[in-house]
């Protein structure tokens, strides 16, 4: 499932980001242009780390913003971005980000298979050091094939 959802059009590698928020508009951006969610929902990504924290700094280095379904998403998606310069959240134990995964769900349930695959992918240190020195987006493409 996390082969279909990460194509070479919701990828981008060394990406500038001038801090936390440049980086989830940048990973919102892709989503909306994959046409799965609207703009209130990259809005709604950046307000759930003002009002909730840098809780979505999930691991070292690696942050997965997301928002509720209702704040405009139209169908499961995510983003991948890695950044040129890693940036801040927040998060005292995991910052600074270098990986950013935007996750757009439309339920509760329907994305928790990406999200195990997707777990797989994060606990493995070679792939993870793979993603980090990626080239092109089908080096990451690479990686995602089971």
């Excluded at 609207?38 to 942050?63: F, H, K, N, R, T």
């Amino acid at each position: 499932m996390l082969e279909a959802l990460l194509t070479k059009n919701t990828i981008r590698l060394h990406v500038r980001a001038k801090n936390w928020e440049d980086a989830i508009r940048k990973g919102g951006a892709l989503l909306q242009e994959s046409g799965a969610v609207e703009q209130s929902y990259v809005e709604a990504m950046i307000c759930a780390v003002q009002d909730l924290g840098p809780y979505m700094v999930i691991a070292p280095g690696i942050a997965m913003p997301h928002a509720k379904a209702e704040a405009g998403v139209k169908h499961l998606a995510m983003s991948l971005l890695t950044l040129e310069s890693p940036v801040e959240f927040g998060n005292h134990d995991n910052d600074p980000v270098w990986l950013v995964l935007c996750l757009a769900a439309v339920d509760h349930t329907t994305h928790l298979q990406a999200m195990s695959e997707m777990a797989m992918l994060l606990s493995d240190a070679e792939k993870m050091n793979q993603i980090k020195a990626a080239k092109c987006r089908e080096d990451v493409l690479s990686l995602l094939k089971v």
